[in-house]
């Protein structure tokens, strides 16, 4: 009795200590793998970066001395991307989120590198391009580092690392703006599109450098304040600013307003060294940033590793004296109690299962012979097996009575319905034969509705039928024309003067199924009738399609909620048990009735929004319930090769 739990405990306390123990690891092996990574990433983003500039540059003036920078900067990249690719590579080792799939996604960019380097030197790229497919594959560096934040532990390292992502895009922005300027620089001209984007990129480093400055440590606070007073900074904020605020030349004579000038107010060699001096400050901010975090979450780690093993002791001590004070007290009782667990088992485990099955089923059942009580004294124990005998008699009990009682009440209802559908089919007979002997318009009109209403009371006798799992007594043997089954389901519906068939191809249902499909069909035509408004249409349409036929009746009414839609679809694609003794006040019996037919002949209904604002709903019937002319409806589909009958020896409509 206490060897399982004391077992457990143990279980548990090795489980527990060794994920534990392996959480501590994996923020050790996070933190080390996030400071490689930012190390063998950060080189791989810097020759990137020299690379964008220098193919901007190339893109704009096409010389030679331009072209000998842009390989002198591939080879640079290339030759670190070999050199750090092993210890990137090693990411992707690591189980840890999402790292090891972004790593793999910038490897998979970087292959397409040379495609990108051939499009450039065969000219098929401007500068716009070929700067947004370099800052694509930067992104990706982004991505990585991205990942790297999201796996550091606590609360304020993760802050941080997010300050320094913060800072990455802000570098990232300037690279950027840098590389767009030198390749117009290089041009000669600046259009009006690459103002634009220089002024975005130049606004957003700014604002993501304010953004950050109250989130950065001291240290990179201090640094950030010596990067904004040193001469670098300032002059390419000076040169950016002349860039984007250029006045406009004026044309009043050709345009009538102000033209855009393209001109630069600035030279190459003032603006390359403005971006040299300022961008190694930029990148020294965000590393400095990431570093910091890096450092509070290898000291997290450190303390969890700590608080991890010495909690591991104490529960352990506390465990094994809890466990040799249980053993002493519990001793005498180990048998008893063993031999009281198996049979609850047994019990609980085979023979009220069974007991339940056979209730279900609706065969007889005595609880005290099958299921004789649990004898174990008169003490503890035995009191509380006297207490299990009492619950579970009291529970099998009342399972054996819901089922009698769910028996007898479907009994009664479907006897109810069957009498009443048969005096329903004597009421049609008798009106048919009335209707045939007068000659009265007026007359002949009423009774013309009191067959309609009679109709519409057989359906509903039918509804108790289907759903207390019986069949209705309507039955075709001979196959229907699609369009009369359309036909017959309208004539159902109360209002069916508001119903139009738009459409009907020629086929023909089968025998056996015709009836359900007239009632189905009628139960979704109802319904569209009386949840739209008195003088609106509903349409029916039904055309073939690759698995059947698709009929769609379409109402204009109020439509449901997407809720209560997904309910009713849930009900019509898995019809739930139905009992008539746990029906509501007010049941709506037309889904539970269209969603066993549906069931019954492999039918599938869906609701859905009508374009109309109203519900569409849509029955697609199998190919197994039709047939392209009556002749193969006569037969199953393995039997088509046997002869039809003659078309004289089929049934009429009813």
Same mark, same amino acid.
């Given at each position: 009795?206490?060897?399982?739990?004391?077992? +457990?405990?143990?279980?548990?306390?090795?489980?527990?200590?060794?994920?534990?123990?392996?959480g501590a690891l994996n923020l050790i092996s996070s933190v080390r793998d996030g400071r490689a990574g930012m190390v063998a990433f950060g080189a791989i983003a810097a020759d990137l970066r020299y690379?964008?500039?220098?193919?901007?540059?190339?893109?704009?003036?096409?010389?030679?001395?331009?072209?000998?920078?842009?390989?002198?900067?591939?080879?640079?990249?290339?030759?670190?991307?070999?050199?750090?690719?092993?210890?990137?590579?090693?990411?992707?080792?690591?189980?840890? +989120?999402?790292?090891?799939?972004?790593?793999?996604?910038?490897?998979?960019?970087?292959?397409?590198?040379?495609?990108?380097?051939?499009?450039?030197?065969?000219?098929?790229?401007?500068?716009?391009?070929?700067?947004?497919?370099?800052?694509?594959? #930067?992104?990706?560096? #982004?991505?990585?580092?991205?990942?790297?934040?999201?796996?550091?532990?606590?609360?304020?390292?993760?802050?941080?690392?997010?300050?320094?992502?913060?800072?990455?895009?802000?570098?990232?922005?300037?690279?950027?703006?840098?590389?767009?300027?030198?390749?117009?620089?290089?041009?000669?001209?600046?259009?009006?599109?690459?103002?634009?984007?220089?002024?975005?990129?130049?606004?957003?480093?700014?604002?993501?450098?304010?953004?950050?400055?109250?989130?950065?440590?001291?240290?990179?606070?201090?640094?950030?304040?010596?990067?904004?007073?040193?001469?670098?900074?300032?002059?390419?904020?000076?040169?950016?600013?002349?860039?984007?605020?250029?006045?406009?030349?004026?044309?009043?004579?050709?345009?009538?307003?102000?033209?855009?000038?393209?001109?630069?107010?600035?030279?190459?060699?003032?603006?390359?060294?403005?971006?040299?001096?300022?961008?190694?400050?930029?990148?020294?901010?965000?590393?400095?940033?990431?570093?910091?975090?890096?450092?509070?979450?290898?000291?997290?780690?450190?303390?969890?590793?700590?608080?991890?093993?010495?909690?591991?002791?104490?529960?352990?001590?506390?465990?094994?004296?809890?466990?040799?004070?249980?053993?002493?007290?519990?001793?005498?009782?180990?048998?008893?109690?063993?031999?009281?667990?198996?049979?609850?088992?047994?019990?609980?485990?085979?023979?009220?299962?069974?007991?339940?099955?056979?209730?279900?089923? +609706?065969?007889?059942?005595?609880?005290?012979?099958? #299921?004789?009580?649990?004898?174990?004294?008169?003490?503890?124990?035995?009191?509380?097996?006297?207490?299990?005998?009492?619950?579970?008699?009291?529970?099998?009990?009342?399972?054996?009575?819901?089922?009698?009682?769910?028996?007898?009440?479907?009994?009664?209802?479907?006897?109810?319905?069957?009498?009443?559908?048969?005096?329903?089919?004597?009421?049609?007979?008798?009106?048919?034969?009335?209707?045939?002997?007068?000659?009265?318009?007026?007359?002949?009109?009423?009774?013309?509705?009191?067959?309609?209403?009679?109709?519409?009371?057989?359906?509903?006798?039918?509804?108790?039928?289907?759903?207390?799992?019986?069949?209705?007594?309507?039955?075709?043997?001979?196959?229907?024309?699609?369009?009369?089954?359309?036909?017959?389901?309208?004539?159902?519906?109360?209002?069916?003067?508001?119903?139009?068939?738009?459409?009907?191809?020629?086929?023909?249902?089968?025998?056996?199924?015709?009836?359900?499909?007239?009632?189905?069909?009628?139960?979704?035509?109802?319904?569209?009738?009386?949840?739209?408004?008195?003088?609106?249409?509903?349409?029916?349409?039904?055309?073939?399609?690759?698995?059947?036929?698709?009929?769609?009746?379409?109402?204009?009414?109020?439509?449901?909620?997407?809720?209560?839609?997904?309910?009713?679809?849930?009900?019509?694609?898995?019809?739930?048990?139905?009992?008539?003794?746990?029906?509501?006040?007010?049941?709506? #019996?037309?889904?539970?009735?269209?969603?066993?037919?549906?069931?019954?002949? +492999?039918?599938?209904?869906?609701?859905?929004?009508?374009?109309y604002g109203g519900t569409q709903a849509c029955a697609v019937l199998p190919w197994a319930l039709l047939a392209d002319t009556p002749a193969d409806a006569l037969v199953p589909r393995q039997e088509?090769?046997?002869?039809?009958?003659?078309?004289?020896?089929?049934?009429?409509?009813?």
């Open positions: 009795m206490v060897l399982i739990p004391s077992l +457990g405990f143990l279980l548990l306390w090795a489980i527990l200590t060794a994920a534990s123990t392996l690379e964008r500039a220098q193919t901007q540059v190339y893109l704009g003036d096409l010389a030679t001395e331009t072209r000998a920078d842009l390989d002198r900067g591939r080879e640079r990249a290339d030759a670190t991307f070999a050199r750090v690719h092993a210890r990137t590579g090693a990411l992707l080792d690591a189980d840890r +989120g999402e790292l090891p799939r972004r790593v793999a996604d910038f490897f998979t960019a970087w292959d397409e590198l040379p495609d990108l380097r051939a499009a450039v030197d065969g000219g098929s790229l401007t500068r716009e391009e070929a700067l947004r497919e370099y800052t694509a594959l #930067l992104d990706g560096i #982004l991505l990585v580092n991205d990942a790297i934040v999201v796996q550091l532990y606590g609360d304020s390292s993760r802050a941080d690392g997010v300050t320094a992502l913060e800072l990455l895009r802000a570098h990232d922005r300037f690279s950027q703006a840098g590389a767009l300027l030198s390749g117009a620089l290089a041009a000669g001209e600046m259009n009006h599109d690459e103002t634009a984007h220089f002024t975005f990129l130049s606004a957003s480093y700014r604002d993501m450098l304010g953004a950050a400055q109250p989130n950065m440590t001291d240290r990179v606070r201090a640094l950030d304040t010596q990067m904004r007073e040193s001469s670098p900074w300032s002059a390419a904020e000076d040169l950016s600013l002349k860039v984007v605020s250029r006045s406009p030349v004026s044309d009043s004579t050709e345009l009538g307003e102000a033209a855009f000038n393209s001109r630069i107010p600035t030279d190459a060699t003032a603006w390359k060294q403005a971006v040299a001096g300022t961008d190694p400050l930029l990148r020294g901010l965000a590393q400095s940033q990431f570093q910091a975090a890096l450092d509070v979450a290898w000291g997290s780690a450190m303390r969890v590793m700590v608080i991890n093993a010495a909690g591991s002791l104490i529960a352990l001590g506390v465990g094994a004296i809890g466990i040799v004070l249980a053993l002493r007290s519990s001793r005498r009782l180990t048998g008893r109690l063993h031999r009281l667990h198996d049979e609850t088992l047994e019990v609980a485990d085979t023979r009220l299962p069974a007991i339940v099955a056979k209730a279900q089923r +609706g065969a007889r059942v005595d609880v005290a012979a099958e #299921l004789p009580p649990l004898m174990h004294g008169y003490d503890e124990i035995g009191r509380v097996a006297d207490a299990f005998n009492t619950a579970q008699r009291t529970a099998v009990g009342s399972a054996v009575k819901q089922a009698e009682i769910r028996e007898g009440a479907n009994r009664v209802f479907l006897g109810i319905a069957y009498r009443n559908q048969a005096l329903v089919q004597r009421q049609l007979q008798l009106l048919d034969e009335i209707e045939s002997a007068e000659d009265d318009p007026e007359t002949l009109r009423k009774l013309f509705q009191l067959d309609h209403l009679t109709t519409r009371s057989r359906r509903y006798a039918d509804n108790l039928i289907i759903l207390t799992g019986a069949h209705s007594t309507r039955r075709w043997r001979e196959p229907m024309p699609v369009v009369d089954v359309l036909r017959a389901a309208l004539s159902e519906t109360e209002d069916f003067e508001r119903v139009r068939l738009k459409s009907a191809p020629r086929a023909w249902v089968r025998g056996f199924a015709a009836a359900d499909v007239v009632h189905l069909l009628a139960e979704l035509v109802e319904n569209a009738t009386q949840f739209s408004p008195a003088g609106s249409r509903v349409d029916v349409n039904s055309s073939s399609i690759h698995n059947g036929l698709s009929i769609e009746v379409e109402d204009r009414g109020l439509g449901m909620t997407e809720a209560a839609c997904d309910a009713a679809n849930r009900t019509l694609a898995r019809p739930p048990e139905f009992d008539v003794m746990a029906l509501p006040d007010e049941p709506r #019996l037309g889904l539970f009735v269209v969603a066993r037919l549906a069931a019954r002949h +492999g039918v599938r209904v869906r609701l859905s929004p009508s374009p088509r090769s046997a002869p039809p009958r003659p078309l004289s020896e089929r049934e009429p409509l009813p």
